[in-house]
């Protein structure tokens, strides 16, 4: 309800938009091409093991290591940011920092367990191009992908990408059980496409567990969210967690990344012109 009410005072609110494609290539491969036209990396597969620190307790370093090899490297920058979800940088958060208030408050703050399913049908189940919103207790939003995303097209036989929560007893169980679940919440939503001798029969399946998803919006977190600039100088946080107006999606992601970027400007350009 905090979500639909949000939306419902946007002028746009109503409109929702799909990718036309698999998120690697048609959203990460642009900005990959973005940042290395301009002389910037990317290093894949080469997560954040340590934030190094001055003895002022402002950032001297941060170090990555390589997933396959373990090889470590040492990166120094004029401005660092951390992009990863909230659970996982409580993790990385330096013991000098520990007592700092916009740190130590994202202890009120953890992710939900969320399980997404994909399902392929060998018959159509709707002809609507839009993200439904469900009744059922078990599945809350819900796409018909041949419609709604260019990839997965097909005008004869339904794809559907469902986000199945709250998903706390759900996800250690197999994926057999989810999958019979999902369906049994379908049969209610579609009576007429799974009785009689011409039912719809599902084709094959995926299920995604996400153990620690997006944090959990429960009464009186927003006070948890941080801003993006930290009480740290050279340190600044983005991701959907922190405070922008579009609690935890896509739009609040990047406009958590567009908050962090005039930040870094903001503090920057303070400093005289000499300094990088
Ligand atoms: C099943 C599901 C369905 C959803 N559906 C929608 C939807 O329909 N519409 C919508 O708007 N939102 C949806 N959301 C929410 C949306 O996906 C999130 O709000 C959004 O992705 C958050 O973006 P983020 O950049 O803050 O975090 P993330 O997308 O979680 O990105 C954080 C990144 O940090 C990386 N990382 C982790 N640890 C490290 C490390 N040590 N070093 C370096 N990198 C690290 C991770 O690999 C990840 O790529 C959905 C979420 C889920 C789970």
């Given at each position: 309800?905090?979500?639909?009410?949000?939306?419902?005072?946007?002028?746009?609110?109503?409109?929702?938009a799909?990718?036309?494609?698999?998120p690697?290539?048609?959203?990460?491969?642009?900005?990959?091409?973005?940042?290395?036209s301009r002389?910037?990396?990317?290093?894949?597969?080469?997560?954040?093991?340590q934030?190094?620190?001055?003895e002022?307790?402002?950032?001297?370093?941060?170090t990555?290591?390589?997933?396959?090899?373990?090889?470590?490297k040492?990166?120094?920058?004029?401005?660092?940011?951390?992009?990863?979800?909230v659970?996982?940088?409580?993790?990385?958060?330096?013991?000098?920092?520990?007592?700092?208030?916009?740190f130590?408050?994202?202890?009120?703050?953890?992710g939900?367990?969320?399980?997404?399913?994909?399902?392929?049908?060998?018959?159509?189940?709707?002809?609507i191009d839009?993200l439904?919103?469900?009744?059922?207790?078990?599945?809350?939003?819900?796409?018909?992908?041949?419609?709604?995303?260019?990839?997965?097209?097909?005008p004869n036989?339904?794809?559907l990408e469902?986000v199945?929560?709250?998903?706390?007893?759900?996800?250690?169980?197999?994926?057999?059980?989810?999958?019979?679940?999902?369906m049994?919440?379908?049969?209610?939503?579609?009576?007429?496409?799974?009785?009689?001798?011409?039912?719809?029969e599902?084709?094959?399946?995926?299920?995604?567990?996400?153990?620690?998803s997006?944090?959990?919006?429960?009464p009186?977190?927003q006070e948890f969210?941080?801003?993006?600039?930290?009480?740290?100088?050279?340190?600044?946080?983005?991701?959907?967690?922190?405070?922008?107006?579009?609690?935890a999606?896509?739009?609040?992601?990047?406009l958590?990344?567009?908050?962090?970027?005039?930040?870094?400007?903001?503090?920057?350009?303070?400093?005289?012109q000499?300094?990088?």
């Amino acid at each position: 309800m905090t979500a639909l009410n949000r939306f419902l005072q946007e002028k746009n609110g109503s409109k929702m938009a799909f990718l036309d494609g698999a998120p690697p290539e048609r959203l990460c491969q642009p900005m990959v091409d973005y940042i290395t036209s301009r002389g910037g990396e990317v290093h894949m597969n080469s997560p954040l093991r340590q934030i190094n620190l001055n003895e002022d307790s402002t950032v001297k370093s941060f170090t990555i290591a390589s997933l396959d090899k373990n090889e470590k490297k040492e990166l120094t920058a004029d401005a660092y940011v951390s992009a990863m979800p909230v659970d996982l940088f409580k993790l990385m958060i330096p013991k000098q920092w520990k007592g700092l208030d916009a740190f130590s408050k994202l202890d009120g703050l953890n992710g939900v367990p969320v399980i997404n399913i994909h399902l392929w049908f060998d018959k159509k189940l709707t002809d609507i191009d839009h993200l439904l919103f469900s009744r059922s207790p078990l599945l809350s939003v819900y796409a018909d992908m041949s419609i709604t995303c260019k990839e997965y097209e097909d005008p004869n036989r339904s794809m559907l990408e469902l986000v199945f929560a709250p998903a706390k007893d759900w996800i250690n169980r197999s994926d057999e059980d989810i999958v019979n679940a999902t369906m049994e919440e379908l049969k209610k939503l579609f009576p007429t496409h799974f009785m009689g001798d011409d039912k719809t029969e599902l084709r094959k399946y995926k299920v995604v567990k996400t153990p620690r998803s997006v944090y959990k919006a429960v009464p009186g977190c927003q006070e948890f969210r941080p801003s993006q600039k930290s009480p740290i100088k050279n340190f600044f946080l983005a991701g959907d967690y922190t405070m922008q107006k579009y609690l935890a999606s896509m739009e609040g992601a990047v406009l958590s990344g567009k908050l962090c970027a005039e930040s870094i400007n903001k503090e920057y350009s303070k400093m005289p012109q000499n300094a990088s």
